[in-house]
C-alpha cells in the first residue's frame, strides 16, 4: 500500500525566511510525485509533478526536488500569499479501475508572517 | 491548465434528505473522475474512483448505498448523499485525469463542496 508523510506538520515563518517542506514516500512503483497547494475552503491547486529521482521543477518561489525516497519543497524569500497547505501525493503504475489513483499526505500548514 | 467546475460550492441540508454534487470537466475528457472527503485541518481521503460507463470502485469503509456515484459522460461525474446526516457534513472535493494514454498524468481538482447537514 502506497504512504505519504509530509513533515513538518505545520510551518510558521517570517517573510523572507526560506525553508524547506519534506515528504517521505513509499510506493510500488512511482509513476508521480505531485506537489498541491490548498487555500482554505478551496479545493487543491496544481503546482508541480516529478517522475524520478533527480529532477527538479522551479516555479516562483517554490522549487521542488525529488529522490527516491522523498521529496522537498523548498521555499525561498517567502511572502505572506504563500501561506497555505502544501500537500504531497503520489501515483504508483498500478492501472485498470486505480489508474490515476493519489494517496496524499496529511499536509503542511505554512504561515508567512508580515 | 485544466478547469474542473464542481457545483454548488456550498449546500445545507436537512437530516435525512439527499444531495447531488456535480463535478464537470470543461476542458478535457475524463475517463476517470475521482471523489474525496476532507475533514477540517486533515488532508484528502480517497472515497471512490468514478469510471464512465461502469460502476464506481469504493474504498474500504465508504458506503456505496450512501455515496452514489454516477459517471455518465466523460465530462460528468455524480456523487448523491442519501439520507444524509449530521455526520455526513464535510468537504467533499472531486478530481478528474484526462483520458489515459493522453500523455497527461495531473490530476485537477474542483473547488470543493462544503456540505453541512443540519
Known amino acids: 500500500e502506497d504512504q505519504v508523510t509530509q513533515s513538518p506538520e505545520a510551518l510558521r515563518l517570517q517573510e523572507g525566511e526560506s525553508s524547506s517542506l519534506n515528504c517521505s514516500y513509499t510506493?510500488?512503483?512511482?509513476?508521480?510525485l505531485f506537489w498541491y497547494r490548498q487555500d482554505p475552503g478551496k479545493g487543491p491547486e496544481f503546482l508541480f509533478t516529478l517522475y524520478s529521482a533527480g529532477e527538479e521543477k522551479e516555479k516562483e518561489r517554490l522549487k521542488a526536488t525529488l529522490t527516491k525516497k522523498e521529496s522537498f519543497l523548498h521555499i525561498t524569500a517567502p511572502k505572506p500569499e504563500d501561506s497555505a497547505t502544501y500537500l504531497c501525493a503520489v501515483q504508483s503504475w498500478a492501472g485498470g479501475t486505480s489508474y490515476g489513483k493519489l494517496t496524499f499526505g496529511q499536509g503542511t500548514i505554512l504561515t508567512v508572517h508580515p | 491548465g485544466a478547469v474542473v467546475s464542481q457545483h454548488p460550492s456550498r449546500v445545507i441540508c436537512k437530516s435525512g434528505t439527499s444531495v447531488k454534487i456535480e463535478c464537470r470537466s470543461l476542458?478535457?475528457?475524463?475517463?476517470?473522475m475521482f471523489w474525496y472527503r476532507q475533514f477540517p485541518k486533515k488532508s484528502l481521503m480517497l472515497m471512490a474512483t468514478s469510471n464512465e460507463g461502469s460502476k464506481a470502485t469504493y474504498e474500504q469503509g465508504v458506503e456505496k448505498d450512501k455515496f452514489l456515484i454516477n459517471h455518465a459522460s466523460l465530462t460528468l461525474s455524480t456523487l448523491t448523499v442519501t439520507s444524509a446526516h449530521p455526520e455526513d457534513s464535510s468537504f467533499y472535493i472531486c478530481?478528474?485525469?484526462?483520458?489515459?494514454?493522453?500523455?497527461?498524468?495531473?490530476?485537477?481538482f474542483g473547488q470543493g463542496t462544503r456540505l453541512t447537514v443540519v
Open positions: 510506493v510500488s512503483g512511482l509513476r508521480g
Open positions: 478530481s478528474a485525469r484526462p483520458v489515459q494514454g493522453s500523455g497527461s498524468t495531473e490530476a485537477f
Open positions: 476542458d478535457f475528457q475524463a475517463t476517470t
